[in-house]
């Protein structure tokens, strides 16, 4: 079947320290891979997107690159801010008329 | 932004009590979701919708029933509320078709006492 592994977290960064939360799939086909946040007591936004191999989607500084080889999604920024702190979801789809496979989400922590 | 409602935002309820969640959607999307969000299990998928009237079961859905009789509302039923289901239900729609973008409520916080 489908699924998402995605690190445990919490994780816990100084500002302005470089992130990386791991993101790798199981899918049947060629999924799209997103990245979803969900900052303290409101619902998850999608934060960026990447829909075929090689692909890399940004946002805010964020970056993903789609890695067919590897199936991975790994999620990046250079430089992070206390208004980071939040969680992030990985997620696949395989099409347009199917739920969305969520990974367990990562837990991020930015102190000044 | 798929102007997402839900209602309530915050309810506190007693086992046994039958309670009803509302997701209300105004960009038309096709297709509708519930999920439940607790510490150490992430979003797990309730019910989902395809249509009006067409509706079909997720991981989680023992315990509850869910019915859309329009495009925009779609409504989350727990027949007779337990313990186990203390915890934070979202909404979220999908336009469909190539569209594969969730769009997420803001939650509703359920405490069945």
Redesign the interface.
């Known amino acids: 079947g489908n699924s998402v592994t995605q690190m445990e977290g919490p994780v816990t960064l100084s500002e302005e320290a470089f992130l990386t939360i791991n993101c790798t799939y199981t899918a049947t086909g060629y999924p799209?891979l997103?990245w979803?946040v969900q900052y303290p007591g409101?619902?998850?936004?999608?934060l960026l997107?990447a829909?075929k191999a090689d692909d890399k989607g940004s946002n805010k500084g964020f970056e993903a690159t789609y890695r067919k080889e590897t199936t991975s999604f790994h999620l990046e920024k250079g430089s992070v801010q206390v208004s980071d702190s939040a969680v992030y979801?990985c997620a696949l789809?395989v099409?347009?008329?199917t739920?969305?496979v969520?990974?367990?989400?990562t837990r991020l922590s930015v102190i000044a | 932004d798929a102007g997402i409602t839900q209602s309530p935002r915050h309810k506190v309820t007693e086992t046994g009590t039958p309670v009803t969640l509302r997701c209300h959607q105004t960009e038309n999307h096709r297709y509708m979701y519930w999920y439940r969000q607790d510490p150490g299990h992430g979003l797990r998928l309730i019910h989902y919708s395809y249509g009006v009237k067409d509706t079909d079961k997720g991981e989680v859905s023992d315990g509850y029933s869910v019915s859309r009789s329009k495009t925009e509302d779609f409504l989350l039923t727990l027949e007779s509320a337990t313990s186990s289901q203390t915890s934070v239900y979202f909404c979220a729609t999908q336009r469909g078709g190539d569209e594969e973008t969730q769009y997420f409520g803001p939650g509703t916080r359920l405490l069945v006492l």
């Open positions: 799209s997103f979803y409101e619902g998850l936004q999608l997107k829909t979801f789809s099409s347009g008329n739920p969305l969520f990974g367990k989400g």
